[in-house]
């Protein structure tokens, strides 16, 4: 069954400095990927996805994800954080071409720090 | 546009209880579903809708049951509240089980 590891719980960061997310995925067969971006108390907002072509994915916010088939990686970077940028963020992947769910992360809380 | 709408936002419930989790979409959307997020454990699937007539159980189903009213609508029931179901639940929904997934703004249910 397809699984989905986010490495690290928690990020503490300093705001302008980069940072990376990492999400790493069990299947090697082809796969759609997805990151979410969770503010409090609110629902979960799509970031980026990767379907196919490109593996370079952006959002409109300044982040990126690269799908990495050889390492079953698909990492969250952005290169200068804003304080506005703390929030919860989910690794999600799904199977494509079945009839699969979406399976989620368990989560990376990123605090920006002034 | 409204996109997913979750009703109620908050309840609290005592053991025993029971109550209804309404959620509604306006994306004509074909499939729709039911997650719990709980501190450390992410999003786990309850129950999806894949399609309007049809639902089938996720990760975590004992002790919730759904209904997939219509193509707009998708409930969850809890027909005896146990403090074990004490979370924030997530309803989505999606135009294919193959697309991204659409959330509402999320109940908070406590169970005392």
């Known amino acids: 069954a397809q699984s989905v590891t986010q490495l690290d719980s928690q990020v503490p960061v300093f705001e302008e400095a980069p940072v990376e997310l990492r999400c790493n995925y069990s299947s090697s067969v082809s796969v759609y990927l997805f990151w979410y971006v969770q503010y409090p108390n609110q629902g979960l907002q799509l970031l980026l996805k990767?379907?196919?072509?490109?593996?370079l994915v952006e959002s409109i916010n300044g982040f990126e994800a690269e799908f990495n088939k050889s390492q079953t990686s698909f990492h969250l970077r952005k290169p200068s954080v804003h304080i506005s940028d703390t929030a919860e963020y989910f690794c999600a992947v799904k199977e494509g071409g079945s009839q699969g769910n979406l399976i989620f992360g368990k989560g990376t809380k990123l605090s920006v720090k002034p | 546009n409204a996109g997913v709408t979750q009703t109620p936002k908050f309840q609290v419930l005592k053991t025993g209880q029971s109550m209804t989790l309404q959620c509604a979409q306006d994306m004509n959307h074909n499939s729709m579903y039911w997650y719990r997020q709980d501190p450390g454990m992410g999003l786990r699937l309850i129950y999806y809708s894949a399609s309007e007539g049809t639902t089938d159980k996720g990760e975590v189903p004992n002790g919730y049951n759904v209904s997939r009213l219509n193509k707009r609508e998708f409930s969850l029931r809890l027909e005896s509240a146990a403090p074990s179901q004490t979370s924030v639940y997530f309803c989505?929904?999606?135009?294919?089980?193959?697309?991204?997934?659409?959330f509402g703004q999320g109940t908070r249910l406590t169970v005392v």
């Open positions: 989505a929904s999606s135009v294919q089980r193959n697309t991204e997934a659409f």
């Open positions: 990767y379907l196919s072509g490109s593996t």
